[in-house]
């Protein structure tokens, strides 16, 4: 039986990038890999940073500046030791997955590397720590733990705007929204993906569908497992075509497994 461990619900072997390899290179691996962020190691493997599409997003914003000819973003052809994050969270394996949560929470990180007597065993990932809370199977509504208000940009916005609040809000996506129902989210992954696009094109043109709505009285743990299922990291709650809350990846991890160790 789980005991809730995260080398029970690691991933292994992890995506790696070199210091010296251009953040055009990390881009790439990103996009292939499907993950938003890769561990930064040395000749010898050890773990020295993390690059992640925050980290671009901020470069390729700065680039382009305040140029409306310009495209959405630009990434310079510079090395990733110049804009990585240096020592990254590390967790051991024989921690619990609460104790990650917390971890993650406190420092509002996606993800934490495994790290055993120096080596670099395998990443937790929000989407590891979902999985986990759906297997809780807690029954606590969905509506007592959404954030509120939810950030929203209406399908017409500029991707300009859209990457702006992104930023300003300090949130990893938006929702999108067409007479104020959900149909969409522009998330980091849209914006650099669009990054060659022209400012004005509508968000629309770029979003993605990576999220779920659910009536407001939705347990906890049936919402948990479709976001694990779907591989999709925010749930809406929802009452009366009108969005009351939202639930990231993070927000489900934190709050369900912060449940269950008070619970033992």
């Not at 930064?40 to 992640?52: F, N, T």
């Not at 149909?183 to 004005?200: P, S, T, Y």
Request: negative net charge.
């Amino acid at each position: 039986m789980s005991r809730f461990l995260v080398c029970e619900y690691m991933s292994s072997p992890v995506h790696v990038v070199h210091p010296h390899a251009s953040l055009v290179e990390v881009y790439g691996g990103l996009q292939r890999w499907g993950i938003s962020s890769l561990a930064v190691a040395d000749e010898a493997d050890r773990l020295v940073g993390v690059v992640s599409r925050t980290d671009l997003l901020r470069v390729g914003r700065r680039a382009v500046g305040s140029n409306h000819r310009r495209a959405l973003l630009e990434l310079p052809d510079v090395p990733v030791f110049q804009h990585m994050t240096d020592d990254p969270l590390t967790i051991l394996p024989t921690a619990t997955l609460s104790e990650a949560a917390s971890l993650m929470w406190e420092n509002r990180v996606h993800r934490l590397f495994v790290v055993d007597d120096g080596r670099l065993l395998g990443v937790l990932s929000v989407n590891d720590l979902v999985r986990a809370v759906g297997d809780l199977r807690i029954t606590t509504p969905i509506s007592q733990l959404a954030t509120r208000p939810v950030v929203t940009v209406d399908v017409a916005t500029p991707l300009s705007t859209a990457t702006d609040l992104l930023a300003g809000a300090q949130v990893t996506g938006v929702v999108v929204v067409e007479n104020e129902w959900p149909v969409g989210i522009f998330g980091q992954e849209e914006a650099l993906d669009a990054q060659n696009l022209h400012r004005d094109t509508p968000v629309e043109d770029v979003m993605s569908f990576g999220l779920i709505c659910f009536p407001e009285d939705t347990a906890l743990h049936r919402a948990a497992a479709a976001a694990a299922t779907m591989n999709v990291r925010r749930i809406l709650s929802v009452s009366k075509r009108h969005i009351r809350g939202i639930l990231t990846g993070l927000d489900v991890a934190r709050v369900g497994l912060d449940l269950v160790s008070d619970v033992r």
